[in-house]
């Protein structure tokens, strides 16, 4: 029988956060994952932006998870020795002027002054972009490989024996006085971090998870030029290099799977063809399903009867912001007993 601190179920972003959390503070883990092809964090661009540009607000916490995120990405990215965080401006392309007057009137609040640039700018990269009402950057940006970082930190765990792949079966969860069992692994808990699947867990039921079904694009656009910025109106342009470009996302609530549809890339695509006015090839097409919640919260904490269950799951689009801080957050709530934000808590259900 082998003893760890805590068996993870699933290695998405928010499970790979956990486990890079528990390692670093000289923990022990073992990390389960069924090794699906097709996941919402393979799927998922990676990209963060720490505004809301609907109402030019500062994203839920920002000033309290970029810390958070940079201290642990750095991490991992030592422990792999990978680079797949990268820091970014967004530029938001404006489609009015009241929405560039709403802009320059929030860059007065000091409390921006690290987030939004004060001068607004009326390039065209190169004839690539349709005339607009001005552009204007965002500070603080940035964008993670997901794909790259799953693939790097399982490599990782498995040089610390703490990495299965395997089908978790609840049925084989045997419920000690003070921990759990799971085949031939002794735990004092078994965190659940299974994204959308966390519907069909028996011990988490009763959790407002709204599944929500995302596609994006790979593009090819050989004449625009923006290595490190990411354009923003209606749909990001995301670059990754050798000119092609990430292109998302939608949104869909009602039909609930990972199949890519024309729909979704004829959605895509207009909105695109609105920003840009060069000619684009699509690459690929791919579909994922976010776990979404009904207050777009995060849910984290132990099961109320069972203090040996916790999960750590809801991280929606914003997984590679959110998952950093709240990953330590549900560490330091399990070892340490630290209260774990009041929004975020699983007792708010």
Same mark, same amino acid.
């Given at each position: 029988m082998k003893?760890?601190?805590a068996?993870?179920v699933g290695?998405?972003?928010?499970?790979?956060?956990l486990?890079?959390?528990l390692?670093?503070?000289g923990?022990?883990?073992?990390?389960?994952?069924?090794? @699906?092809?097709?996941? !919402?964090?393979?799927? =998922?661009?990676? *990209? $963060? &932006?720490?505004?809301?540009f609907k109402r030019?607000v500062?994203?839920?916490?920002?000033?309290e998870?970029?810390?958070?995120?940079?201290?642990?990405?750095?991490?991992m990215?030592?422990?792999c020795?990978?680079?797949?965080?990268?820091?970014?401006?967004?530029?938001?392309?404006?489609?009015?002027?009241?929405?560039?007057?709403?802009w320059?009137?929030k860059?007065?609040?000091?409390?921006?002054?690290?987030?939004?640039?004060?001068?607004?700018?009326?390039?065209?990269?190169?004839?690539?972009?349709?005339p607009?009402?001005?552009?204007a950057?965002?500070?603080?940006?940035g964008?993670?490989?997901?794909?790259?970082m799953?693939?790097?930190?399982?490599?990782?765990l @498995?040089t610390?024996? !703490?990495?299965?792949? =395997?089908?978790? *079966? $609840? &049925?084989?969860?045997?419920?000690?006085?003070n921990?759990?069992?799971?085949?031939?692994?002794e735990?004092?808990?078994?965190?659940?971090?299974?994204?959308?699947?966390?519907?069909?867990?028996?011990?988490?039921s009763?959790l407002?998870?709204?599944?929500?079904?995302?596609?994006?694009?790979?593009?090819k656009i050989?004449r625009?030029?923006?290595?490190?910025?990411?354009?923003?109106?209606g749909v990001?342009?995301?670059?990754?290099?050798?000119?092609?470009f990430?292109?998302?996302?939608?949104?869909v609530?009602?039909?609930?799977?990972?199949?890519?549809?024309p729909k979704g890339?004829?959605?895509?695509t207009?909105k695109?063809?609105?920003?840009?006015?060069?000619?684009?090839?699509?690459?690929?097409?791919?579909a994922?399903?976010?776990?979404?919640?009904?207050?777009?919260r995060?849910?984290l904490?132990?099961h109320?009867?069972?203090?040996q269950?916790?999960?750590?799951?809801?991280?929606?689009?914003?997984a590679v912001l959110l998952?950093?801080?709240?990953?330590k957050?549900?560490?330091?709530?399990?070892?340490?007993g630290?209260?774990?934000h009041?929004?975020?808590?699983?007792?708010?259900?």
């Amino acid at each position: 029988m082998k003893k760890v601190d805590a068996i993870i179920v699933g290695q998405g972003i928010s499970g790979s956060l956990l486990s890079a959390e528990l390692l670093k503070n000289g923990k022990t883990c073992l990390v389960i994952d069924e090794e @699906k092809k097709v996941t !919402s964090s393979k799927v =998922s661009a990676g *990209l $963060y &932006n720490p505004i809301v540009f609907k109402r030019v607000v500062k994203s839920w916490l920002i000033d309290e998870l970029l810390p958070v995120l940079k201290e642990s990405y750095q991490y991992m990215e030592a422990c792999c020795n990978q680079t797949f965080h990268t820091n970014r401006q967004i530029v938001k392309v404006f489609i009015s002027d009241d929405e560039k007057e709403q802009w320059l009137k929030k860059t007065q609040d000091e409390n921006y002054n690290n987030y939004l640039g004060k001068e607004i700018s009326y390039q065209d990269f190169d004839a690539c972009i349709k005339p607009h009402h001005g552009l204007a950057f965002v500070n603080e940006a940035g964008n993670v490989d997901v794909k790259l970082m799953l693939e790097a930190w399982s490599n990782y765990l @498995k040089t610390k024996q !703490s990495y299965l792949a =395997s089908q978790f *079966l $609840y &049925n084989d969860l045997e419920l000690l006085p003070n921990g759990v069992k799971w085949k031939d692994y002794e735990a004092d808990y078994v965190i659940f971090c299974e994204g959308y699947n966390a519907i069909k867990n028996p011990f988490f039921s009763n959790l407002p998870f709204v599944p929500a079904k995302g596609e994006v694009l790979t593009v090819k656009i050989n004449r625009l030029q923006t290595a490190q910025n990411v354009l923003n109106k209606g749909v990001f342009v995301l670059p990754i290099g050798q000119h092609l470009f990430r292109v998302g996302a939608t949104y869909v609530w009602d039909k609930i799977d990972e199949e890519t549809t024309p729909k979704g890339a004829e959605e895509l695509t207009h909105k695109l063809e609105k920003l840009i006015q060069t000619d684009y090839s699509v690459v690929l097409q791919e579909a994922g399903i976010r776990p979404s919640t009904k207050d777009r919260r995060p849910i984290l904490g132990k099961h109320a009867e069972l203090p040996q269950l916790a999960i750590l799951n809801g991280m929606g689009t914003k997984a590679v912001l959110l998952a950093p801080f709240f990953a330590k957050q549900l560490f330091e709530h399990l070892f340490f007993g630290k209260n774990i934000h009041p929004e975020a808590s699983i007792n708010r259900i």
